[in-house]
């Protein structure tokens, strides 16, 4: 049993790395999972995960169920040696790993989401190429504000206080970076991404994946999700199928998940899954502690925990 409260985090896009699932304990399940994952998205997986070029892991069709299957294994491993989590949440994709161990869906049913979830993002990208940007130093009112006279470029991940993505046309995201930089931005770093995610380019694949959700069953959460469009526990399948619909068109509030995680302090967010991306900025929001279970290793993990 617990001996502290603890809660899973589980990283999104942009944390897949060649290697990303070496370091996860053997699951008896997690080579079946693999054999359906490379069915659903008709891509090698397995080779991808050990020795795919960054460019090669860039292509969400294949980050989106790499990752997922991550998370779900370090959830799931944390989980069998005892650590018993008050609430999850997870980054954009990451979200649908929080609610596979949250036994909202099957890991199965997830998977398959999921790749579908990529394939419909990926039309979407061909059909409307855009991209994002990081921009430091600067909070998401002041961007918001700066941005609103610049066409088809959106605020899309508040994730910390200082650090907020933008997303929209390539050219317009680039516009709008010289005019948060006038602002005061510290930088604005362009991210190696496919395309304008969670923003109103996405909504034709919103709608594709609203319709697929309606056919998915969908079961109250046995853990509180604290989810993306929604940063606030619930358990209520209804509430968390609204949530998940939205959530490719809607920006990711991710400073507003870890305040939320305040009310259960104190408390030490596991970051489960590959890096250590969500542990940083976790780690600029008060009252609220962070680890990485890669970072940290299981065992160590597990004993500061459970004492």
Known sequence: MTHMNAAFIFPGQGSQRAGMLDAVPELDSLDRL????????????????????????????????????????????????????????????????????????????????????????????????????????????????????VDDVWVANDNSPGQVVISGAREAVERAGDVLLVAGARRVVPLDVAGAFHSPMMARASEGFSALLDGVELRDAAIPVIQNTRPEPTTTAAEIRTALSSQMVSPVRWSETMRAFARYAPITLIEAGPGSVLRGLARRVPEIDAVSVEETGVQALVEEVLR
């Open 34 to 149: 693999l054999d359906a994952a490379e069915a659903f998205s008709g891509r090698e997986l397995r080779y991808l995960a050990h020795e795919g070029t960054p460019h090669q892991l860039a292509d969400t069709r294949v980050a989106q169920p790499l990752l997922y299957l991550a998370d779900w294994a370090w959830g799931t491993t944390l989980v069998d040696l005892g650590i018993r989590p008050v609430a999850l949440a997870g980054h954009s994709l990451g979200e649908f790993a929080a609610l596979a161990l949250a036994g909202v869906y099957s890991v199965e049913a997830g998977l398959e989401l999921l790749c579908e979830r990529a394939r419909l993002m990926s039309e979407a990208t061909g059909d409307r190429p855009g991209t994002m940007a990081a921009v430091l130093g600067l909070d998401t009112r002041v961007i918001s504000d700066a941005i609103a006279e």
